[in-house]
């Protein structure tokens, strides 16, 4: 009885430790490519909804209330677009603007300079 337990676990340890050289002889496995991320929604309604993410702050369709923050409404795309940038390369003082600045590409910027350039005041 001994003995066939003893013939067991030599098996299985044998087994084991054949199955961990095998592992080690293996070339890893490449890593896997990045995720590809959805190109940003850049019609009428999803520009509104980009610019949706500005209202806490500057408003809803950009009109500031109370004034203590810029409002966006009417604004010249290309003042929009160079106010965006410098947020972006920290170039201009804000609190929270240069990391919320670093979340949009220049096409979304872009979009939002269109729309944000179309409100009325």
Known sequence: ????????????????????????????APASAAPAFAAPNLSPSGVRSLAANCAACHGTNGNSAGGAVAGLAGLDKDYFVNQMKLFKEGKREATLMHQIAKGYSDTEISALAGYFSTQKK
Do not use: D, E, N, Y
């Open 1 to 28: 009885m001994l003995t066939r337990i003893f013939s067991i676990l030599i098996i299985g340890i044998s087994s084991t430790l054949a199955g961990l050289a095998f592992a080690q002889t293996q070339a890893p």
